[in-house]
């Protein structure tokens, strides 16, 4: 975690005054392949989402695709369709593996229902996760994710009845047997968004740290062992406006991009982003039109050397995917994906193989590789610096939350 964190932010960014003493030279040819293209379905189906194990050397992927099915291949040399997921009856609005088995898929549906399935069982639903309160009404989910102890399922719903809720379950506790009776419900929180509750993150190494992003344009960042919600609520970050999609870049960094398709790096302990990019910033080429440029995902892993921004660009003249990277103050172009066709919805990458897997409004599953040819020269003097004052002279346990 500690060479992701390095990689994004020791950037020079807005509203620094550092010395630009460390210039990143970075000399590339780069491409990415399509080595493998596969359409899920013939019936004209968007693929909304993508996850995968991280599983070595023949890895899985699921696709989640917009009639409310779930497709589960394993990925080799080829793509090999396993099983076909049918038992969901509403919008996907999310899948993730289990973190501890290969076998364990969890879906999440707009319906208010986040089940388990077993693919070693035909893709059998072995446990459900619902609001099981007494007045019986499913709350809509927006977004889901499963706590990296496999412990929690945390669902984030649409704004309802005046309110917008973040609903927890324990995995521990589904019956023997999927009925009325369930209560795996933990509880949930419901006063720190105002809004639709859009994304969901989970610490990647802290089981108890969750963050949320919401169209109210706030992330929150909970710790789950304080007893309340308000004493629980750590961190309140102000997007000024409506978040589309969070992660975590480090141990207490964030990645947000936005439903007007900018890019902001956060400290959680910070009142603004140490790095914003607008969606004019896209736009890297002369030719390139702001307006056809959209995020699709940040990856913050180091399998391709660095961390990096997948982005599209959707014109008259075709598809465009990029890879990019933040050097000097701005975004460049680390690969350029050839042979793309369609607007890209999510990508998921393999660490090991260093496969990026592409999923989009085309239908189509593409497994995309580096070249042989890839050339990547970095000057191993240059370290880029972190931000002014960053730990230096800082009382941070005396600091007020940026609330």
Known sequence: ????????????????????????????????????????????????????TQSDPEF?????LSDHTCAVYSVGESLSRTITLTHNQAPIVGIRFSPTSRNILYTATNDGLVTACDLRAKGKVVAEFKDSTEDGKMK???????????????????HIGGDAFILFWDTRYTGTKLDNKNNNLLGGYWESHMEDVTSLSFHPSKQDILASGSTDGLINIFDLTQPSEDSALTYSLNTESFVDRIGWLAEDSLW???????????????????????RGTLALFQNDDPDDCYIVKVHASNAFGQPFLLSGLSGVKGE????????????????????????????????????????????LINVWRQ?????TQENPSHKLVSK????????????????
Not at 371 to 375: K, R
């Open 1 to 52: 975690m500690a060479k992701i964190a390095e990689s994004l932010k020791k950037l020079s960014v807005e509203h620094d005054t550092r010395k630009q003493n460390h210039v990143r030279t970075v000399q590339r040819r780069s491409e990415l392949i399509s080595s493998i293209e596969e359409p899920a379905s013939v019936d004209n189906n968007y693929i909304l989402a993508v996850c995968g």
């Open 60 to 64: 899985r992927i699921t696709a989640a």
């Open 140 to 158: 809509p989910l927006c977004s889901f994710d499963i706590s990296c102890d496999e412990k929690l399922v945390a669902g984030g719903t649409e």
């Open 256 to 278: 947000c991009t936005t439903q007007h398709n900018s890019l902001q790096l956060w400290d959680c302990d910070e009142v603004t982003p140490y790095a914003k990019f607008e």
């Open 320 to 363: 465009t995917l990029r890879c990019l990277t933040i050097a000097n103050d701005r975004l460049e172009t680390c690969y350029n994906m050839v042979g793309n066709k369609q607007t890209v919805r999510d990508s998921w990458l393999h660490e090991k193989s260093r496969c990026l897997i592409t999923v989009g409004e085309g239908g």
């Open 371 to 375: 070249t042989e040819n890839m050339l």
């Open 388 to 403: 002014i004052g960053t730990g230096k002279g800082r009382d941070r346990q005396h600091r007020p939350k940026p609330y």
